[in-house]
């Protein structure tokens, strides 16, 4: 099976890959990324040499680089990973997203329809269907209502792919994920930000109360998901996955302190995030039922050998965290 992934020097992208290659002996990827400053080619530094990898630097949205990949060798399937994914920089100019997330998409349906792809995989999340209250999960029937510019410009990419696909019976897919996490996030997100910061003794900037619920996943059960989606997937179908973890943004905070041993002096109370929805959380039994997926890793070991990832890993961050992220990081928070 031949696989165009784009975005796969992105987190998830990258852990995709990764477990692919290991998981097949008869899987080849091409892998066509940007290099925005959120891929980082130091992701895929162990699978680099592999006769069954490839790596093209373009953009999606680069109609003529997209038609020679998937004219150059037959694809059978195509994985649509790449994105601007952080709901905070959406806050500060959605004019990329828009772009990528939305434009970028239609491009991809296009050039894939045209190559006759057996399969696309639109990677989406559970973002779309926007906040809950204190009750209740997100289904694949949950009416999209997407309240930040970065979910909005996912959920109109969703509609274009179920459009492209009731119109032209196109064979798609849509996965919706939650919160992930796990080794390779860029440090901008939660989780690693938070891991970063108390590992060096910085503040922890938790936003409003911190009381947001997330449903936390890890990334290798997100990229189990996608695989059975795509295997075992039905076209034309959602396939919603989450961890079954809900916890506040305090207890993430809390939790990351107390496995580093770090005081809770260091957790900084910032401005609330504006439009932060209050809760996601899923209802993964539709994948359960149909894709026979279920996630494996426990959160708490999950966390700490995230922690240990990074820990271990200072070089990998102390690069990513120089040059346009100091200058997003003040922007957003203030100075160290
Ligand atoms: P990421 O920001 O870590 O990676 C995105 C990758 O896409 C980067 O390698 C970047 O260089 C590449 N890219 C950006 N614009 C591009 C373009 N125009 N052309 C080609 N490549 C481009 O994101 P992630 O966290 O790995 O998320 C991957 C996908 O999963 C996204 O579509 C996101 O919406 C979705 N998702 C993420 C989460 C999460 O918790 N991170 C949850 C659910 C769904």
């Not at 696909?165 to 992930?180: D, K, L, V, W």
């Not at 989450?242 to 041993?261: A, P, Q, S």
């Amino acid at each position: 099976m031949r696989l165009l992934v784009t975005g796969g020097c992105g987190f998830i992208g990258s852990n995709f890959i990764r477990q692919q290659l290991q998981t097949y002996d008869d899987v080849s990827i091409v892998n066509l990324d940007l290099l925005t400053y959120a891929g980082n080619l130091e992701n895929l530094r162990d699978v680099e040499d592999n006769p069954r990898y490839e790596f093209v630097r373009g953009d999606i949205c680069d109609r003529e680089c997209v038609n020679k990949i998937l004219e150059s060798q037959p694809v059978d399937a195509v994985i649509n990973f790449a994105a601007e994914s952080h709901v905070d920089r959406s806050i500060l100019d959605s004019g990329p997203f828009i772009q990528t997330n939305i434009v970028g998409t239609q491009i991809l349906l296009d050039a894939s329809r045209a190559a006759n792809v057996e399969r696309y995989l639109q990677v989406s999340t559970d973002e779309v269907y926007g906040s809950l209250g204190p009750t209740g999960l997100f289904t694949e029937e949950t009416p999209l209502a997407p309240s930040s510019p970065y979910s909005a410009s996912k959920t109109a990419a969703d509609l274009l792919v179920n459009a492209y696909h009731h119109s032209f019976g196109f064979p798609a897919i849509i996965t919706r994920c939650s919160n992930n996490y796990g080794p390779y996030q860029f440090p901008e997100k939660l989780i690693p930000l938070f891991i970063s910061n108390a590992a060096a003794d910085l503040k922890l900037p938790v936003y409003g109360t911190g009381t947001n619920v997330r449903d936390w996943i890890h990334v290798e059960d997100h990229c189990r998901g996608i695989d059975a989606a795509l295997r075992r997937g039905s076209i034309g179908e959602v396939y919603n996955f989450g961890g079954g973890n809900e916890r506040t943004n305090l207890e993430i905070t809390h939790g990351i302190l107390k496995l580093l041993n770090k005081p809770e002096s260091l957790i900084h109370y910032v401005t609330d995030r504006p439009g932060h929805d209050l809760r996601y959380a899923i209802d993964s039994s539709k994948a359960e039922r149909e894709l026979q997926w279920q996630p494996q890793v426990n959160f708490e070991q999950g966390l700490q050998d995230t922690i240990n990832w990074y820990l271990s890993q200072a070089e990998w961050t102390a690069h990513i965290k120089s040059g346009e992220y100091q200058t997003y990081y003040e922007e957003q928070y203030g100075k160290r």
